[in-house]
C-alpha cells in the first residue's frame, strides 16, 4: 500500500497486497485472487475469486471477467460490453442506451429522462426516471443505471453491476457479484457472500458485508459497513463511516473521516486526523495517533496505544491494558479491570486542561491517582509503526 507518498506491504488473510491510492498503482492478492488497481484517474486490473477484472473508475475505463464473465465498461458517459452468465449485454450509461439479454429476457433500457422496459422472470416492467420503483429479482442477471431514482431492491443469486446517481436505493444482496459506481447515492447493502468493487463519491451508504472481499477509494462519503470476516483497504478521506469489522485486517489511513467503528479480533494500524470516531474494539490489538478527534470507544479485551490530542473521548475500557496521552480530553470512561497508565496534563480534580471530566468510575478512582504519576509515553513506537 502506497498512501500519500507511504509505502506499505499488506498480507491479508494469506493475501499479499499492494496499493496506490490518489493516482497510485496498485498490486493486490486478495484471496487467491491477483488484484491491480489504479483508482482516482486510475487503472486497474483485478482477479476476483478467478475473474478478471480491469477497472479505470471515475472518467473510467474498466474490463472486467467476474464470475467467468467478460465485461468491458466505461462509467460516466460510459459505453458497456457486458457477458453475465451468458449473456450480451451492450449498454451506454448517462443520456444512456441498454441492450440487455438478462436470462433468455430482452430488455431495452434508457435511463435519465428515461423509458426502461424490462422483462424479469417473464414479467414486464416500465420504469421510467424519477419513479419510485420496488424489484424483486431471484436469479437474475441484471445491469442498471439509476438516476434520481428511489429504488427498493432485494437480488437473491443475482449478478448485478449498476452506475446509481443521485439515487437513494435499499439493496439486499445474498450471494451477489456486484460491481458500482455510485456517485451522489444514499444507498444502504446488505451484501452476504458478495464480491464487490466500489468507487463511491459523496455517497452516503450503509453496508453490510458478509464473507466479502472488497476494494474501497471513499471521497467525501458518509457510509456505514459491517464487514464480517472482510480483507479490506480503504483509503478514506472527508468521510462519514461507520464500520464493524470482524475477523478482518485492515490499514486505513483517513483523514478528515468521521467514523465509528466496531472492530472483533483485528489488527489494526490507524492514522486518524481530524476524525470523529466512535469504536467498540473487541479482541484488537490497536495502534491510533488520532489528532483532533472526537471518539466515543468501548474497549474489550483490548490492548491499545493511543494519542489523542484535542479529543473528546467516551470510553467503557473492560479488561483493558491502555497506555494514553489525552491532551485537551473531555472524556468520560467506565474502566473495569483496567490497568491504565495516563498522562492527564495537571490532573486537577478531574478536570483536564479546564476540560470538564464527568466521572463514572468503578474502584478506579484511587488505582487512578495512584496510577498517575507513573506516565508511559509510547510516542516513539507508536509513530515508528505510523
Request: overall charge negative; aromatic content about 2%; charged content about 15%.
Amino acid at each position: 500500500m502506497v498512501l500519500h507518498g507511504v509505502m506499505t506491504g499488506m498480507v491479508l488473510h494469506g493475501v499479499m497486497t499492494d496499493m496506490v491510492l490518489h493516482d497510485v498503482m496498485t498490486d493486490m492478492v486478495l484471496h487467491d485472487v491477483m488484484t491491480d488497481m489504479v483508482l482516482h484517474d486510475v487503472m486497474t486490473d483485478m482477479v476476483l475469486h478467478g475473474v478478471m477484472t480491469g477497472m479505470v473508475l471515475h472518467g473510467v475505463m474498466t474490463d472486467m471477467v467476474l464470475h467467468d464473465v467478460m465485461t468491458d465498461m466505461v462509467l460516466h458517459d460510459v459505453m458497456t460490453d457486458m457477458v453475465l452468465y451468458g449473456v450480451i449485454t451492450d449498454i451506454v450509461l448517462h443520456e444512456v442506451m441498454a441492450d440487455m439479454v438478462l436470462h433468455d429476457v430482452m430488455t431495452d433500457m434508457v435511463l435519465h429522462g428515461v423509458i426502461t422496459d424490462m422483462g424479469l422472470h417473464g414479467i414486464m416492467t416500465d420504469m421510467v426516471y424519477g419513479v419510485m420503483t420496488v424489484m424483486v429479482l431471484h436469479d437474475v442477471m441484471t445491469d442498471m443505471v439509476l438516476h434520481d431514482v428511489m429504488t427498493d431492491m432485494v437480488l437473491h443469486d443475482v449478478k448485478t453491476d449498476m452506475v446509481l446517481h443521485d439515487v437513494m436505493t435499499d439493496i439486499v444482496l445474498h450471494h451477489i457479484m456486484t460491481d458500482m459506481v455510485l456517485h451522489g447515492v444514499m444507498t444502504n447493502m446488505v451484501l452476504h457472500g458478495v464480491i464487490t468493487d466500489m468507487v463511491l463519491y459523496c455517497v452516503m451508504t450503509d453496508i453490510v458485508l458478509h464473507g466479502v472481499m472488497t476494494s474501497m477509494v471513499l471521497h467525501g462519503v458518509m457510509t456505514d459497513m459491517a464487514l464480517d470476516d472482510v480483507m479490506t483497504d480503504m483509503v478514506l478521506h472527508c468521510v462519514m463511516t461507520d464500520m464493524v469489522f470482524h475477523g478482518v485486517m485492515t490499514g486505513m489511513v483517513l483523514h478528515g473521516v468521521m467514523t465509528d467503528m466496531v472492530l472483533h479480533d483485528v489488527m489494526k494500524d490507524m492514522v486518524l486526523h481530524g476524525v470523529m470516531t466512535g469504536m467498540v474494539l473487541h479482541g484488537v490489538m490497536t495502534d491510533m495517533v488520532l489528532h483532533d478527534v472526537m471518539t466515543d470507544m468501548i474497549l474489550h479485551c483490548v490492548m491499545t496505544d493511543m494519542v489523542l490530542h484535542g479529543v473528546m473521548t467516551d470510553m467503557v475500557l473492560h479488561e483493558v491494558i491502555a497506555d494514553m496521552i489525552l491532551h485537551d480530553v473531555m472524556t468520560d470512561m467506565v474502566l473495569h479491570c483496567v490497568m491504565t497508565d495516563m498522562n492527564f496534563m495537571a490532573l486537577t480534580d478531574m478536570v483536564i486542561h479546564g476540560v470538564p471530566r464527568k466521572r463514572v468510575w468503578s474502584r478506579v478512582t484511587r488505582i487512578m491517582l495512584i496510577l498517575t504519576p507513573s506516565i508511559v509515553y509510547f510516542n516513539c513506537i507508536i509513530f515508528h509503526d505510523v
